[in-house]
């Protein structure tokens, strides 16, 4: 299937859903979620439900949301499959508030079931450490949040820091940070970034003696409205046009990112840049294939506090 209409079957019946995502998850057969053995039997008839296996090995039974972000939820899995789609389909995101509008469920409903999908999402995509011998990382950092002026009768939220590591032609790795100093940026450098890289930057003095492990470092002056030289080799530009794509999505669909989720919408965004040159079909197959082995509960969720 080259594109999903949303009016497909498995976007509107439940056990075409459940199959799609068996087909997905299980290609040589269903797995054991409790012994990960390879062979199951289906159990049919009146007592049980569709869907329903019992491993051949433990005797356990299982469906193919055991062990997944989808367990235990009452929401039919036709819409889990059409919210995902929706997610990976949309450039800037999707507020909870539109997601449940379409599929007919509550703001908490569908807040909770984004939360559950971006944490499908994270890791997907990518495959660090990122650059090597011969290739070129850029860094930098931005902050997210709201204008003062916009807050006529409250005091502002503090703006939330956001730094992001991308290979030039490669993958992106975004995470949130308390601060942007050497003592919390240098760790999540040297952990995702081949040292054999050159590291590209601005010319803020926190990436000096970072730099130093690397092959090589280069920056550019931005505080002088330099942009680009050396045959526009040195530049930012890689990673300031993935910080432009995530504050369109903050600003005109999300609005305001609560510093206790903000890495989980760094992971959705992370994960449509990594997959950027498939189509949304085939994005949309990767995250549904990034849900075993993650679970999120509303509890250590929390509380939802905007779309």
């Known amino acids: 299937m080259s594109s999903y209409d949303l009016t497909a079957k498995i976007f509107q019946d439940a056990d075409a859903a459940r199959e799609h995502l068996e087909a997905l998850r299980w290609p040589s057969g269903a797995v054991c979620p409790h012994c990960g053995c390879l062979g199951a039997t289906e159990l049919k008839g009146s007592k049980h439900r569709a869907g329903v296996y019992q491993c051949n090995e433990c005797r356990e039974q299982f469906t193919v949301t055991v062990g997944t972000v989808f367990e235990r939820s009452k929401i039919s899995l036709n819409k889990w499959l059409l919210a995902t789609h929706l997610l990976c389909a949309s450039k ?5 508030h539109q997601i449940g509008r379409m599929l ?6 569908a807040w909770f079931m984004c939360h559950r999908i971006r944490e499908a999402m994270n890791g997907e995509g990518f495959s660090g450490p990122m650059g090597g011998q011969n290739k070129v990382v850029e860094v930098d950092e931005t902050y ?7 807050r ?3 005091e502002p939220a503090p703006k939330k820091a956001v730094v992001a590591l991308v290979e030039r032609d490669g993958a992106v790795k975004s995470f949130h940070v308390a601060n942007v100093t050497g003592a ?3 760790p999540i450098i040297v952990k995702h970034v081949s040292r054999k890289s050159m590291l590209m930057t601005d010319e803020a003095a926190v990436y000096t003696k970072i730099g130093q492990e690397f092959a090589n470092h280069g920056t550019v002056n931005h505080s002088a409205g330099e942009y680009t030289r050396k045959g526009h080799f040195y ?3 890689t990673v300031e046009n993935f910080f432009s794509i995530f504050k369109r999505g903050v600003i005109g669909t999300y609005h305001h990112l609560s510093e206790a989720h903000i890495g989980r919408y760094c992971a959705e965004f992370d994960f449509r840049y ?4 498939e189509n949304d079909v085939v994005r949309t197959e990767i995250a549904l294939r990034g849900i075993a082995g993650k679970r999120l509960t509303y509890r250590r969720a929390g509380e939802p506090a905007y779309a």
């Open 152 to 154: 006529a009768h409250r």
């Open 104 to 109: 007919g469920v509550t703001y908490k409903t």
């Open 274 to 277: 990594n997959t950027r040159k």
């Open 235 to 237: 530049h930012s530009n």
């Open 92 to 96: 800037k995101g999707m507020s909870a």
């Open 184 to 186: 919390t940026l240098r």
């Open 144 to 150: 997210v949040g709201g204008k003062a002026k916009n």
